[in-house]
């Protein structure tokens, strides 16, 4: 059987503008929010209570908007199966009463075609309809006949189902009719006609799917008379007993006032439902409220709901912060993540841990559950023994739950073993694989393998073996996170090694990108990578940062004429000689170069500048604007991203520009005409602090009559040199 699900939708559209928003709006910077960031490798959906989605842990107002369960609308359709005798499927009679079938479709339903002969079944299932058409709450912003109408046509209703319900004598019908006319006096505010209906058919404890649908309206009623702790109190009661209503109760219920609330309940088991709901609001730490929930009711239904919320919480505040590097998800800004809360965070991992693992009702329910999130918990807490033997104890042919196992696996396996022994890295491959091939149809398997590829990165990189963990990252951030960043095809392979890799472990990718025998793991790793030139640019950027000219030129001897053209972050750039110095010439030409021509030419000019009297001023000059443009027009040197929150970029500006400074010195060194001293001493001024800038400042005044002074007067540089 197929199964359906629901949307409930907002009763008021004002209420959404009481509703606390998961991000704010910037208008000038596109981002991923908290949310998707979010480190999880556990499955909260590992019990398959489709009704439990939108009260996931969540950075969000809910994990998945206002979906519900069906359990509530397949429990109405078995009723009525065993009332009609029907011989029509399920889904044909769940299709008739809540898929919402157009006229025309209802004709070829087969079950509403057997109650044609069935008048008094017929006379209920139109009048059914008809009271949906008007028990809804108009658009206060668009206004239509039908609105101008609702109320006049609500009351008759509410008259023709109230004449219904005094005629009808079998009490199946009658509880049918009552509620219809529990709904519709309350969307027409007719609490007189509410409070009527409610007493005489629904005051008693509620004992099926209607009792509750029908408290749900009392509690709204409660609402609007602002009889707030009763409200709160059959909130908590109905979000336990009726999957329909279960997002409506969450939305209006409040924790303010609780010690008012538990006042309210007469058992225990009433006591835990509104325990419940209040740890189902709490973004916090909530494990004193579910131990009292597991003391009043251990067998209740939300139990692993309230597990499995504290795990992935716990998996948000420390693998969010450590492996994903960002802010938690309930954080509502994008500083840097902090790292203060995480060894309290770990110490109530042990103790949240220690007090799963005595919840035996648990255990005995939910077998399979229990020992994947004692599994779950203790790799969190690096015990790989003990999570192994949970692992083991495992014995199911659930889809959902071999995926988790596998997953715990590979982290297991990461936990046991040498990650850098060939054999491990086979081993990991075969498992990795295994998890790619198999996520479709899994729930949230790539948020999982999102997670899954940033602790490896994580673990990879703390054994030394970074060229691996960049190519982790790759996957993590490319291939499992839509909106992660929005960089080039070009940058996104090689913004990891760009961030965090040395000279030495791009040489170590570039070498096992070449291996013949790759091991499993490097061969899946490395699949998306298909032109080496990346790397071997990468590499050469590496070097120059460093100031080694001729290992950068070693690379590039590898990287033909036309992967310049076809780099997105290179091809853009390609309009600026950077032996030019537009602070200090009159004119740009036209001369053009490759990143490795222009690496050689700064080789050929400094060979040539050594042997060379005549050519060394001039020689030095040139690359005292090359060193300088690369942390200006010609920054594709060096960099990738121009922006400041690479901390290479701003380490590699500073040395370039020390490199310029040194070059320019050497050429004033070297230089006797006047107009050239001019142009070097104001760039060595411009690239001075402190004293020597002030010196350069004053010894800039003394080329005044050049005509290079008269265009390029510094106001800036003579108040510097005047100043005492």
Known sequence: MQRKFKRYFVLSSLLLLLLPLSTSVNACYESSDHEELRFMVFNPDLLHEKSWWSFFYSGRYNYLDAVTGTNDEDQLTREWMKKTKTKASFDDVWNCFFGSPSDSALQHNPFYTEIQKNQVIKTYLDVARQCEDVSYIPDGWHQDSAAATLHTRREAMIARVDEHLRKESDPFLQHKYAFQLIKLSWYANDYATFDRVFTHHFSKTPAGVLDWWAWHYKSMTYEGTKQVDSANYLHARVFSHSTNKMFPSKQYFSSRKLSRVLKLARTKEERADILVL???????????????????????????????????????????????????ATQRDWDTPSMKNWKRDFDYLHVFTNAVQQLTSLKTAHPVFFNMSMACLKLMENDHVAASDYLARIQSDDPEVLFQQRVLNVILLAQQKDVRDPLVQDELGSRYV?????????????RMLYSLSLYLRHTFASKGMVHLAGLFDNYAVNKFCETCFFDSFSFSTIRYFDRYATAADVERLIATFRKPDKNKLETVLLKPYTNVNYLYDLLSTKYLRQGDVNAAAKALKEVPDEFWFSFLNFQHNLDRNPFENTEVLDARTMTLYTKREIVQNLIALEREAKTNPAKRAANYFQLGNAWYNFSETSWFMIAYEWHGDNW??????KFVRKKALGFYQQALASETDSERKARIVYMIAQLSDGARKKDYAKQYERYQNTDFYSRKSCDILRALAEAN
């Open 648 to 653: 290479n970029n701003l380490i590699a500006t």
């Open 278 to 328: 209040a740890a189902l609001t709490n973004p916090g730490r909530t494990l004193p409220t579910l131990l009292e929930v597991y003391d009043l009711a251990p067998d209740h239904k939300h139990l692993p709901l309230l597990i499995s919320r504290e795990i992935n919480k716990l998996e948000d505040w420390l693998g969010s912060t450590k492996y994903a590097h960002t802010p938690i």
């Open 434 to 446: 295994a998890l790619l091939n198999d996520r479709t149809q899994k729930f949230e398997s790539q």
